[in-house]
């Protein structure tokens, strides 16, 4: 999943791509169908679209210069290099962050 734009590159580690897959998964089963799955991939595009054009525009996290962006209940861990924007994990905001074990 890598998508250039404004000279960095987007890029999913594959425990953020591992994560993605399980939430799509749990919901295709919950729901019975894959709607709710579509409508939060675009959300999560959209949110990533503005994050290429604004790389530092996610909070910062305190762990080893990662930041995130909120789609609503998740959270897009990522950090900046000069050459990409890399996804690092995707995280439900109701569980504990202390939980949260982010690598690079």
């Excluded at 580690?13 to 709710?36: P, T």
């Amino acid at each position: 999943m890598g998508k250039r734009m404004v000279g960095r590159t987007l890029r999913w580690l594959s425990k953020a791509q591992g994560h993605l897959k399980d939430i799509l998964a749990f919901y295709q089963e919950r729901n019975g169908n894959s709607e709710y799955g579509d409508k939060l991939v675009d959300r999560i595009e959209n949110v990533l679209n503005n994050v290429i054009f604004q790389p530092y525009l996610g909070e910062r996290w305190t762990k080893r210069g990662f930041r995130f962006v909120v789609v609503t209940p998740f959270q897009l861990f990522y950090y900046v290099t000069k050459t990409e924007i890399v996804v690092a994990a995707i995280w439900d905001g109701r569980r504990d962050p202390k939980t949260l074990k982010l690598t690079r």
